[in-house]
């Protein structure tokens, strides 16, 4: 396995490129790839490809593109009220501010008021209802930032509301029938295929040995990416618009704007070298701000920057959906589920957005690593007057597992067995109890030896016991210990997302430039991808420069998000590197003989009829003899198909697998906890680079334990605000969170699909890993019961939520 890289400290004097080279050469690639790589390119860790910019602050942000002189600055002013009916706007008051260039409204749109990513629901500007609050109403755009900011919180002195009461939990939005899309219910029956599954599905629960009936509260999570949202809009000639926007989604964003302004889409460039972040709120709502920033600057033929601050960005965008289930299941005396039924109900807040999309992941995810032989899920998803939420990484999957792993630790308790034994018994296997409720065989499960794997490794049987002996003598203190698998499907739900297009360019001189519709937020994308070329050219891997995604160069792009980045766009670099090798080949051939089949292209040279020339001296010779030296590249996910009707199909090329042991200390007098062990063995099939993937596995752990214990969100229950709008009042991780003790590994096998040189995704998957650390929490509230009690533990698990669970189980229920 390789070690992690060695970052130190950047010298003042030291320049980036010997900088570059240092930390290159602090990984270790292996004995065996360090003697002689035989021209691989992908397999090795490599840092980002621009570590060095972050590191030296000289990596270009949106904000940190140079003004163009004339540049104005907005800002939104926000409705302070969650629900009613806007009566009027005095906007001449703030247009007569000193600064103050334009205020503009709903009217000045020239095209299309609307936002929405799927449903045309969401108003850019309010037009009349109000809907949450935080809304956007109108734009200032002034001469500076500060201006334009101050004259936008003026917002309540200029707006006349008929306000409403606002409607703001799944509960009340489900009691009332409203929903932003309409309710899914997924259903399959293993003794009734194709009859009455519903009836089966009762009747099962109904002739089970043991019943569980319970509900279960799952709070949503803030992005709270680094960069916040940014948009810089920029008129062109003959009505054009070139926008800077910090987005997942660049196409959408052309999409969106073009319709604002009603132009073509071929009239509107958008470009984005690197986001600070993105976790999926990117990915749609960045649309908003795109749109605002192009309008105000098609009126007023000037460049306008939009940059929100923190407090802003809470109050207006939407985040990851909070879910509340009521279930009931049945089970034998091991504890195999034999019937489950439930029903989650999702905040969507005032619009769909991609609330739809992401609920049919839930459904698909409520599986988790387990067959259920009969199931009936029901999904609501819940209009609310909050912001809009949307995708976060996982993207629902979380949300569907999360309940079921409840359940079956719930039914372990009950039965007074290791709950890894009840997880085990409902595992999927291999050649039979394989379907899954939406009708995909799982074809590729390692689940099986790959819990057994970090069983021994973690020492999770002897520890467990330990924890036990421990908790009989300490009063105070009680530890706990939970090993929680994963199976997470990869592809997006709907096929037609699956295609990606890249371009790739040899210049003469013998460098590369490629150029793909992904987009790069952190996580390494444009490094996996310059890999995956430089690996097909047999160049080196810095002869290989990846530029911004754009939408004048790729075009009808899906968004960086499911993690399918590396997949779909890898792929797309791969085909287009090998059309020019193989014409490459063809010519090398031609002048020097032989066939071009024999031709070898490794470590930045050319073999070739028993000669070695060097890769740029073949270039040259391609160039004189008039061979195309660029080419697109193109790839489509093979197999997929879904039938949003039923909720049935393969939606899902392939599954990553991954499990987690987490070992944590609860304060029974406080209810503060500490995570003191974490052991990860995680599928990343044959990972195209091992250093990024682990850093990968590492955050979205801590960012998942996040979810499940310190970042809670609170909305005031009368007027709608969202209270946790800051850093003081919502807690992320920080680095004091990590646990002493960190093991991550990768599994070894390669992906059974034929995906990019058979590495799996590994962007959402790892999310799902610190499901252990809630149910570690858990079993150490159930000891201070003496587990005699099932612990009613709300996620998020604050020290609030757990005396709450504390105090239950110390009562008896």
Request: glycine fraction near 10%; charge should be negative; include cysteine.
């Amino acid at each position: 396995m390789n070690k992690p890289i060695d970052i130190q400290l950047l010298q003042p004097t030291e320049r980036f490129a010997d900088y570059q080279a240092n930390i290159a050469a602090r990984i270790d690639r292996g004995a065996e790839a360090k003697a002689h790589d035989g021209g691989a390119r992908v397999g090795i860790s490599r840092p980002h490809e621009s570590a060095a910019l972050h590191v030296a602050g000289e990596a270009t942000y949106i904000d940190d593109i140079p003004e163009l002189r004339g540049t104005l600055h907005c800002a939104l002013g926000l409705s302070p009220v969650a629900n009613g009916r806007l009566q009027g706007m005095d906007l001449d008051v703030l247009r007569a501010l000193p600064g103050v260039v334009a205020v503009l409204s709903a009217e000045d749109i020239p095209g299309s008021n609307d936002c929405g990513s799927i449903v045309h629901d969401d108003p850019i500007l309010c037009s009349g209802e109000i809907r949450y609050l935080g809304q956007p109403v109108f734009a200032v755009i002034a001469q500076t930032r500060e201006v334009a900011r101050r004259v936008a919180a003026r917002a309540k002195e200029v707006l006349t509301i008929d306000a409403a009461p606002p409607v703001l939990t799944p509960q009340d939005a489900h009691a009332k029938g409203q929903y932003v899309v309409p309710p899914m219910h997924l259903l399959r029956s293993e003794s009734t295929p194709g009859g009455d599954e519903q009836a089966a599905v009762r009747t099962a629960i109904a002739a089970a040995p043991h019943r569980l009936k319970d509900t279960l509260e799952v709070g949503g999570q803030e992005q709270f990416y680094l960069e916040g949202q940014i948009s810089y809009a920029i008129p062109k000639e003959g009505g054009g618009m070139h926008v800077h926007c910090s987005t997942q989604h660049p196409t959408e964003m052309q999409h969106l704007v073009a319709h604002a302004l009603h132009l073509n889409a071929n009239e509107v460039h958008v470009e984005c070298r690197r986001m600070g972040g993105g976790f999926g709120g990117k990915e749609s709502q960045s649309g908003l701000f795109a749109c605002v920033a192009a309008v105000a600057a098609a009126k007023l033929k000037r460049p306008v920057k939009l940059r929100l601050d923190r407090d802003d960005d809470f109050m207006v965008t939407g985040r990851r959906h909070c879910f509340w289930y009521e279930y009931e299941v049945g089970y034998d005396d091991e504890g195999r589920l034999l019937g489950a039924e439930i029903t989650m109900v999702s905040r969507a807040g005032h619009s769909a957005d991609l609330s739809g999309p992401v609920m049919t992941r839930a459904l698909c995810h409520f599986d988790n690593a387990y067959w259920l032989p009969e199931v009936s899920i029901h999904g609501y998803s819940g209009k609310t007057n909050t912001q809009s939420n949307t995708a976060f990484r996982g993207f629902g999957g979380p949300q569907g597992a999360i309940a079921v792993e409840n359940i079956l630790d719930t039914v372990a308790r009950r039965l007074g067995r290791d709950p890894l034994e009840v997880r085990r018994i409902n595992f999927y296997g291999k050649d039979e109890r394989n379907v899954t409720p939406y009708a995909q065989v799982v074809t590729d499960n390692i689940v099986h030896e790959l819990v057994d794997q970090i069983e021994v490794s973690s020492d999770y049987k002897a520890r467990r016991d330990a924890i036990a002996a421990y908790n009989a003598k300490s009063p105070v203190l009680k530890r706990g210990i939970a090993l929680a698998p994963l199976k997470f499907g990869i592809s997006f739900n709907v096929p037609h997302f699956n295609q990606a297009g890249a371009l790739v360019h040899v210049y003469n001189d013998g460098s590369v430039l490629v150029n793909h519709g992904g987009t790069e937020m952190g996580q390494g994308l444009n490094t996996k991808v310059a890999q995956v070329v430089a690996h097909e050219l047999g160049v080196s891997f810095e002869c290989v420069r990846a530029t911004a995604t754009d939408t004048t160069k790729v075009a009808n792009t899906s968004a960086t998000a499911a993690s399918t980045g590396a997949d779909l766009n890898g792929k797309a670099a791969q085909d287009a590197a090998r059309q020019i090798r193989e014409r490459l080949a063809a010519c090398a051939a031609a002048r020097h003989g032989g066939d071009a089949a024999d031709v070898r292209f490794a470590n930045d040279k050319v073999d070739v009829a028993g000669r070695t020339l060097s890769f740029a001296t073949v270039v040259g010779e391609a160039y004189l003899d008039r061979v195309q030296l660029w080419s697109d590249g193109f790839y489509s996910t093979p197999g997929l198909s879904w039938n949003r009707d039923t909720l049935k199909g393969r939606p899902f090329f392939y599954f990553a697998y991954g499990a987690a042991v987490s070992e944590v200390a609860v304060d029974t007098l406080t209810g503060e906890w500490k995570l003191l062990r974490a052991d990860i063995l995680h599928d990343a099939g044959k990972s195209l680079n091992p250093a990024i993937d682990i850093g990968q596995v590492e955050g979205a752990f801590i960012q998942g334990m996040g979810w499940l214990t310190t970042e809670e969100l609170v909305w005031h229950p009368q007027s709608g605000k969202l209270t946790t709008h800051a850093p003081s009042t919502y807690k992320i991780p920080t680095a004091n969170d990590c646990p002493p003790v960190f093991n991550v590994k990768l599994f070894e096998g390669p992906n059974f699909e034929d995906s990019i040189h058979r590495s799996k995704a590994v962007g959402e998957p790892p999310l799902l890993l610190p499901f252990s650390v809630f149910f570690a929490i858990r079993d150490a509230v159930s000891a201070a019961g003496g587990h005699k009690v099932d612990p009613p533990l709300r996620a998020p698990a604050t020290s609030e939520a757990i005396l709450n669970a504390i105090t239950a189980v110390q009562a008896g229920g």
